[in-house]
C-alpha cells in the first residue's frame, strides 16, 4: 500500500500471468499513472531464446531493446526481424513500451532488468532453506547490515563534499567533456531551443556526427535521455552553456546523496532478551507427525533455465548436490550460517 498509493512508480518483472493479471487489475492499484508495468529484458531474451535457438537474434534483442533513442531502436529492430520471419510476431505480441526503452516514455529511468530487485535476493542469498526461525533471524541480520553498510558509505560520500553519487558525477562529467566539442545553433532564446551537431569521435571518427533538438523549457532533448535518465545529456549541457543557465537544475531528485539518505533513515532495533518478549497470545501449533520430512535433503522443484547459467559457470558441476551451474563451495543447496 505504501507503493501503490504514490504515481509513477515502475514496476519491472517477467512476464509471469499472476504478475501480468495483478498488476492489469485495477482494484490493486498498479494500474497507470499510479504503476507503469515494464518486463525485465534478460527475461524476454531468454524466453525468446528457448522457443527460437539463435544467440546472435537473443543479443541484438537486447540490444534493440536497451536503445534510448528511436531512430537508433527502428534501425536495430528492422535487422532484428530481417533475421526471420517469426521473430515480428513473436517480439510484437508484447506491447512496445513493455519491452523497448525508446518507447517507454520514462518510467524504467534504464533500469532494462530485475537485477536491482536480484541484489536484495543477493543479500538474502542462502537464506530459503534454513528453518522458518533461523530464516526469520537471518533475513533481520542481513538487513540490518545492508542499512549499517549504506548509510555509513552515503554518509562518508556526504562527508567528502560530494552532492550526487560517486556514478552520477562520472557521467555528468564524462557527458560534459564530450559538451565541448558540439556546435550549437539558437532557434528560440525565450524557449530554449537550441539545435546541437555533434563532432566526429572515436576510431576513424565512426561515432557522432549526429543532430539533436534541445528543447530547454519542456526539459528535453530528441536523444532522449533527459527524459529516460532525468539527467543532462551532453547535448542539455551545452545548451546551458550558451544560455548561462546552471546545467544541475537538470539533474532529478533522487539522485541527491540528501534524497538517499533518507532511504536509510529508518532504524532497526536489537532485538531484546527472551525474558522481556511478550506472552504469546495465539493458539499453539502442533506438528502432525505423520507428515514428518522423509530422510535426506528434499528436492528442489524450482525450474532452472539457461539464465541460470553464466557463461564462466557453464562446466561447472557441483560435487555435493552434483547440479551444474556451481561448485561445492557455492552450493546453493547447502545450508551455512
Ligand atoms: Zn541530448
Known amino acids: 500500500m505504501h507503493v501503490t498509493q504514490r504515481v509513477g512508480i515502475c514496476l519491472i518483472s517477467d512476464r509471469h500471468a499472476g504478475i501480468i493479471a495483478a498488476a492489469s487489475d485495477p482494484r490493486n492499484g498498479w494500474t497507470e499513472p499510479y504503476g507503469y508495468h515494464r518486463f525485465c529484458v534478460r527475461h524476454i531474451a531468454s524466453n525468446f531464446h528457448k522457443t527460437h535457438k539463435n544467440m546472435k537474434a537473443k543479443n541484438l534483442l537486447i540490444h534493440t531493446a536497451s536503445q534510448t533513442q528511436k531512430r537508433k531502436f527502428d534501425k536495430y529492430f528492422k535487422k532484428f526481424v530481417q533475421l526471420d520471419s517469426e521473430y515480428a510476431a513473436w517480439i510484437g505480441r508484447i506491447p512496445l513500451e513493455q519491452w523497448a526503452l525508446a518507447h517507454d516514455g520514462g518510467h524504467r529511468f534504464d533500469f532494462m532488468t530485475t537485477n536491482l530487485g536480484e541484489c536484495m535476493n543477493n543479500v538474502l542469498k542462502g537464506a530459503r532453506q534454513v528453518p522458518i526461525t533461523a530464516l526469520v533471524r537471518l533475513t533481520f541480520y542481513r538487513c540490518v547490515k545492508y542499512f549499517v553498510e549504506h548509510r ?15 556514478d552520477i558525477i562520472e557521467k555528468i562529467q564524462n557527458w560534459a567533456e564530450r559538451a565541448g566539442g558540439h556546435q550549437l545553433r539558437q532557434f528560440h532564446t525565450g524557449l530554449g531551443i537550441i539545435e546541437i551537431k555533434t563532432q566526429f569521435r572515436g576510431w576513424q571518427a565512426r561515432k557522432g556526427g549526429n543532430q539533436h533538438t534541445v528543447r530547454l523549457n ?120
Open 152 to 166: 555509513a558509505y552515503i554518509n562518508a560520500q556526504l562527508g567528502a563534499g560530494n552532492q550526487y553519487t560517486t
Open 218 to 337: 519542456e526539459r528535453t532533448c530528441t536523444c532522449n535521455k533527459p527524459q529516460q535518465y532525468i539527467l543532462p545529456c551532453s547535448h542539455v549541457i551545452a545548451a546551458c552553456a550558451s544560455m548561462h543557465l546552471n546545467y544541475t537544475d537538470f539533474i532529478g531528485e533522487w539522485y541527491k546523496l540528501r534524497n538517499q539518505e533518507l532511504v536509510y533513515t529508518p532504524q532497526f532495533n536489537p532485538v531484546m532478551h527472551d525474558d522481556y518478549w511478550p506472552e504469546f497470545q495465539f493458539p499453539h501449533v502442533v506438528p502432525d507427525m505423520s507428515k514428518l520430512r522423509k530422510k535426506g535433503r528434499p528436492k528442489t522443484h524450482r525450474i532452472h533455465n539457461e539464465m541460470d547459467i553464466t557463461e564462466s559457470s557453464r562446466q561447472l558441476r557441483c560435487g555435493l548436490c552434483r547440479q551444474e551451474g556451481h561448485n561445492r563451495k557455492n552450493c546453493p543447496n547447502i545450508t551455512r550460517y
